[in-house]
């Protein structure tokens, strides 16, 4: 068992804000992440693939063909958007990192060629930055 | 002659559009950039300040010093905001990293204590950055 | 189960030794790093609690109060400071990066508000980490 | 139980591609990597030691010691190598990351002087990376 | 006068020999960098241009067309290839990276469409790189 | 002319303070960087050289030839060092980064074999850093 990780960024806005309460609750709770006009990120997105090594190639997975389901289901959509209104995965979801994650696990699972999805981690910024297992 | 440099982070949104322009006319020069809701970046603003030893303080200029002007006049105008809407500096400009670094320069040219501010870097991404003098 | 990390960064002077033992001993077993006059680091603690994502609000826990929590408990009274003399929770502890981060566990395993504390991390140079999981 | 882990670089040469196979079947496979001259990284390894701490030193292992045996069992053989031509324990493998990780564990796994070998790491660039647990 | 960079990778093998000599004296001189059967690195390159900021787009240069010119005259010649054998304009030349610098400056120079050439940065590994500024 | 630089790191204590004045008004001018007992960093060191490239050797020095003169010099003498007890070069100097760095030009200026000083750096944290052209 082996885990190969790519590594990928794109640059989105956001406003962390729950629509069912008032611009006074979520700055109550949210504080500057829910100022009314967004701000924004470039995130960082590791995507790690767990499975065996085919004898044949040397490789659990060619990382250019990992880049490119990566990019095709994920950075595509949310590379230079706004999360909370240009991204189908995304409607009607707090674009906290947490969430967008989960909502990145979903659109990856099934989508992995060689091997399986193991992991994924996504860094809002250099401080900050959350890990899903799909459990 | 020395140099001293304090970096600083911020997180904002921004659309490159020239409102003078049509939509087509924006897309086609700024691209991806131009999306009508939105992007945003994690900016890394470093500040450089030149200047003579202070033989009693072993200092230029205290860093802390340093961070709370940089923090007061700028900072805290540009984190978590977006740069098209929400910054009186930047009101009228198309922000993009050319100008938002030469609007900090200004904001910053003034308000140093010790030395004088020689430049100003901004990273909008870990492959672009921009530097100003104020030449 | 989703795993969220707060990244902190501390100044710190220590000097490896035992005091049990003499200076050639402690020579011996720790080499440059039991100078007697010390030596010092920018450690970098990464802090990573496990839990479940709130509905309501789209965050396991807010990284401004994990932030908090992790200042208030341990960075306040480790920056700045001397290892081997100034931390009443590293008292008559040899201050190795493994006996600093288990001490850490301690001080956070019963503060974490939302979450459980799952793994913590200090690297003590860019070459050098241990990680600690509570077990 | 804690982890503790050393960072190592080496600059290397390599071409993948399998000699089983024609340039052409290669090129398919491989593309820019199977370029018949080669090229080349610097790599980072990271290699992980699990244990408990020895309470006389503090230390799980004496980092000094842990850098030595790899660079010894490891650096040594593969810096400023060619990974195809130069490297006894990389004979007959084709190149990929996941082959020259899971041949750096089999040098390590019985030269770990205190605790255990648990995860060793390798980035090819920035953006790739593999992981072995020697599971 | 504002300064514009751009950031790009690409890795590549190379020996550092000079064939006039034999290869005990190429040992002499270049150490494990004249290892016959080559080496190689991870290199980052560093473009500044520099020029005055255009009112109408707010840019010196788009980074995007700045990239493109980077990539269609160095990138696509160096990546994935070795620079003793495979790169028309390092024919004849020592790949230091001084002279990789200065061949790529040459590219360079008469192909920025706004502002001009300020600066070139090669960074061979964390610890090493070079800057040519033409002159 | 080209610019060749050197990375290196080394790790201290020190605590800045002057000894003609009292620990409070140390207090009042240094705040937590005047605590008694200390504290430390990880230093990062960039030496950079400017001169001509050598036609038969295709360098302006040798990275490993520099790299020698740095360690001997300055390296071997701030490594797991008391900046304010330990270092011949620093005595009676208060520890701030500006009198470090300038210091560190007096050891080196005279001791480059190829090329002349041309700039040093020392980067105190990830937020702070100096430069010095011996101007």
């Not at 960024?9 to 504080?31: C, M, W």
């Not at 990382?63 to 999360?83: F, G, M, P, Q, T």
Request: proline residues 3%.
């Amino acid at each position: 068992m082996i885990y190969v990780t790519r590594r990928e960024v794109f640059s989105a806005s956001h406003r962390i804000f729950n629509p069912k309460l008032s611009d006074e609750e979520n700055f109550r709770i949210y504080g500057k992440c829910s100022n009314p006009n967004g701000h924004g990120h470039n995130y960082i997105l590791e995507v790690t693939v767990a499975g065996e090594v085919d004898e044949n190639t040397g490789y659990l997975i060619d990382l250019k063909l990992l880049k490119e389901v990566i990019r095709s289901n994920v950075i595509e959509k949310l590379d230079h958007k706004n999360l909370n209104t240009d991204v189908d995965f995304l409607r009607n979801k707090i674009p906290t990192s947490e969430n967008i994650l989960i909502a990145i696990w979903e659109q990856l699972k099934d989508k992995i060629p060689f091997g399986k999805l193991y992991s994924i981690k996504l860094y809002e910024t250099e401080n900050n930055f959350v890990e899903y297992r799909g459990e």
